[in-house]
Nanobody, 118 residues
């Protein structure tokens, strides 16, 4: 089992920045690919960003490319999502996810609310 706890959400004005953190425990963190997803009211959960388990390759949804950056600190068992130039349409609950190597995301955090005001 992997336990994930997100933090760093909040209310920010459009154009502002937030940094989300996701602390993991329970297994060898470096063996896990990490991802960020979000779910806005009335919408399905969508992929935001991912970072691989081995060399730390990152990939992003088109809607956030150039504005969001994902990184990981294996020594701290933590993955981050730096969100810049936030837009009202980024408002959602953001979830951290983990998956063993390339097996897909199997573990999820409880989510953290991000609200961007116009």
């Amino acid at each position: 089992q992997v336990q994930l706890v997100e933090s760093g959400g909040g209310l920010v004005q459009a154009g502002g920045s937030l940094r989300l953190s996701c602390a993991a425990s329970g297994r060898t963190f470096s063996n896990y690919a990490m991802g960020w997803f979000r779910q806005a009211p009335g919408k399905e959960r969508e992929f935001v960003a991912g970072i691989s388990w081995n060399v730390g390759n990152t990939f992003y949804a088109d809607s956030v490319k150039g504005r969001f950056t994902s990184s990981r600190d294996n020594a701290k068992n933590t993955v981050y999502l730096q969100m810049n130039s936030l837009k009202p349409e980024d408002t959602a609950v953001y979830y951290c996810a983990a998956g063993y190597r390339s097996q897909g995301y199997a573990y999820w955090g409880q989510g953290t609310q991000v609200t961007v005001s116009s």
